[in-house]
């Protein structure tokens, strides 16, 4: 599995950026409903975190977030383009950091934080956001 990240940039406090992550090379078609697809972040200097996760279609594909941005992101997936989304709304310069896609198709809800719960990730998209 490969997954592809986009759409990270510069942008202003209080502002938003959708960030998008495709998968390919799936197993066979139809599969991507069967992975929990995740948002990680690292800012300099820091360890990766979660940010949210989408369960997969066993898990009822359900969202899960993070406290810190709660009402302000939003996770969607379209499992007909193999493609997880991450709306962020109300940026914060706080949510500063390489932003990146995490895909497995065993976790169950207690591991979506764990970083190393993941057999698949994308390369990471840069979001700035300036004070």
């Known amino acids: 599995v490969q997954l592809q990240a986009s759409g990270g940039g510069l942008v202003q406090a209080g502002g938003s950026l959708r960030l998008s992550c495709t998968a390919s090379r799936l197993t066979s078609p139809g599969t991507f409903r069967t992975y929990t697809m995740s948002w990680f972040r690292q800012a300099p200097g820091k360890e990766r975190e979660f940010v949210a996760a989408s369960s997969s279609a066993r898990h009822g594909g359900s969202p899960v977030y993070e406290d810190f941005v709660k009402g302000r992101f939003t996770i969607s997936r379209d499992n007909a383009k193999n493609t997880v989304s991450l709306q962020m709304n109300s940026l914060k310069p706080e949510d500063t950091a390489v932003y990146y896609c995490?895909?497995?198709?065993?976790?169950?809800?207690?591991?979506?934080?764990?970083?190393?719960?993941?057999?698949?990730w994308g390369q990471g998209t840069l979001v700035t956001v300036s004070s």
């Open positions: 995490a895909a497995d198709r065993t976790l169950i809800r207690s591991s979506y934080r764990s970083v190393n719960a993941y057999d698949y």
